[in-house]
C-alpha cells in the first residue's frame, strides 16, 4: 500500500492541553446548604415565639373568676390585660326594698261554664233572636219554636180534664144518695162500696188531666227558648226553618261564661308546701296571667282552689285562678303563663341581675372598693324579679358592685366609670353612688307601677 492511501493519525495532545468537563455535583449542594439554613431559621423563628409567649404570661398575672382565664371566662385571654390599666366599667349600689317570690306556670283559660243550648221539644224553628258573638243575661230570649201543636194539645188535655170533673161530681152525688140508702139498708153494702171506689176512680183521672195540662203548658214554655246562663254567644248552630229536635246534638247555640273566668294552671309537688302555708293560714294569694311572651299583663286575680290528689304521671297537681275578666281579655282556651305570688320579701337586698355572675368558685358579683379597684365577693343568691336579684348573704347595703364590664375584671384591678372619667378614690364613690342612686330610683319606680311579681321561687 502506498503512503498516499493512508489516513493520517491526529495528533495526540498531552493531558495538560484536554478541557476538563463540568461537574454534574453541585446542584445537590446548592439544595443542601439550602435547607441547612431554612432549617436555622425556622428553629430561631420558634425560640423567639416561645420567649414572647412567655414573657406575656408573665406579665399577665393571674386571672381573676369570671374574667378571661378564671374561672367561668374564656381561657388564654388574661395577658391582654395589665394590672395597672383601668377598665371601664358601669356599677349601681345595692339598695334595700321589697322582693317578691312568685311561681310561674303555665295555664289555660277555662270557662266556669259552657252550656249548648238544645232544644227540648221537637218542631219547626221559626225565629232566632240573637246575633252571633252577643253578650247575653240569663233568661234572654234566643229562639222560638212552633208553638201551636202544643197549644192543641193544652187546649185537648183542658178538655179532657173538664170531661171528667163532671164524671166525678156526678159519682159524688151517688155516692152521698148511697149513703143515705145503706143506712136504710135499701141497697146492698157491695153497691155502695162500688160508688166509693169509682169516686176515687174518677178523682185519680182528674189528676192525671191536670198533669197533661202542665205538661202541654211546660212544652208551650220551652218552645220559648231563653239562655241558661250569662255569657257569650257563640256561632248559631241551626237556621230558621229547620226541625230541631231533642236529639239534636249540635243544639241551636253555645254559650259561654266570660265574667268571672277562671285559669287552670299546674304546679310541680316541690312548690305545694310553700303554697299550702299561705292557704292553710287564710291568705288570698294573687294570680296574674301574662300573654305568651310572658311579658304584657292581661289581668289580675286570686287563687280560687287546688284540685285534691297530685298526678303521678307528671309530679304536678291542678290550681285555679278567677278573674273579674271586665275588659273580656281572657278567652276560654286560651294558654297564659301565670305568676303566682306566694309571699314577699322585706328588707331584701337588691342588685341588678347583670351584676351577679357566675363561675366555678358559684356566683359572685365584683365590688368596687374606694381606690378604685374591684374585689370578687362570693354571694348567695335569694328570689329574682326580672333585672332585680335579691342577695341573701354575702353583700351589704350601699356597697357598689359592677353591673357591665365584668367580663374583663380580676382580682384588683382599677376601673372606671366612663360617665365620670377617670377619678380619684374619693371620685369612684362619688361616681359609683350616682349611679346605683339611678338605678334604685329607676328599679323602685318600674316595680311600683308594675301589676305584678315575677320572680321564681326560692
Known sequence: ?????????????????????????????????????????????????????????????????????GPGGPP????????????????????????????????????????????????????????????????DFLAQVDPRPYQIQLQNAEGTKAKDEALLLQARNDLARYQVLIKQDSISQQQFDD?????????GQVKTDQAAIDTAKLDLVYAHITAPVAGRVGLRQVDPGNYVQTSDTNGVVIITQ????????????????????????????????????????????HLDTLDNQIDTTTGTLKLRALFDNKKNLLFPNQFVNTKLLVRTVHDAIIVPSSSVQTG?????????????????????????????????SGLSIGETVVTDGADRLREGAKVVIPARGPHGASGASGASGAAGADWASGASSAHAHRHHHSSDAQ
Open 1 to 69: 500500500m502506498d503512503d498516499k492511501d493512508r489516513t493520517p493519525a491526529p495528533p495526540s495532545r498531552s493531558p495538560a492541553e484536554t478541557p476538563a468537563r463540568p461537574s454534574r455535583r453541585w446542584p445537590w449542594v446548592v439544595l443542601l446548604v439550602v435547607l441547612v439554613v431554612a432549617l436555622i431559621a425556622w428553629i430561631h423563628h420558634r425560640r423567639e415565639t416561645a420567649s414572647g409567649s412567655a414573657a406575656a404570661a408573665a406579665g399577665a398575672g393571674t386571672p381573676a373568676p369570671g374574667g378571661p382565664g
Open 76 to 139: 388564654g385571654r388574661g395577658g391582654r390585660y395589665s394590672m395597672n390599666q383601668a377598665q371601664a366599667v358601669t356599677v349601681a349600689k345595692a339598695t334595700s326594698g321589697e322582693m317578691p317570690v312568685t311561681i310561674n306556670a303555665l295555664g289555660t283559660v277555662t270557662p266556669l261554664a259552657t252550656v249548648t243550648v238544645r232544644t227540648q221539644i221537637a218542631g219547626t224553628l221559626t225565629e232566632v233572636a240573637f246575633r252571633e258573638g252577643q253578650m247575653v243575661k240569663a233568661g
Open 195 to 203: 160508688q166509693q171506689y169509682l169516686v176515687k176512680q174518677y178523682e
Open 258 to 301: 266570660m265574667q268571672p273566668m277562671s285559669v287552670i294552671f299546674t304546679l310541680a309537688e316541690d312548690n305545694l308546701p310553700a303554697v299550702f302555708e299561705q292557704v292553710s293560714d287564710g291568705a288570698q294569694l294573687s294570680v296574674t296571667a301574662y300573654d305568651r311572651s310572658g311579658t304584657t299583663p292581661i289581668a289580675s286575680g
Open 360 to 392: 366555678s368558685i358559684g356566683q359572685f358579683v365584683y365590688v368596687v372598693k374606694p381606690d378604685d379597684t374591684v374585689t370578687v365577693r362570693v354571694v348567695k343568691v335569694g328570689p329574682i324579679d326580672g333585672e332585680r336579684t335579691s342577695i341573701v
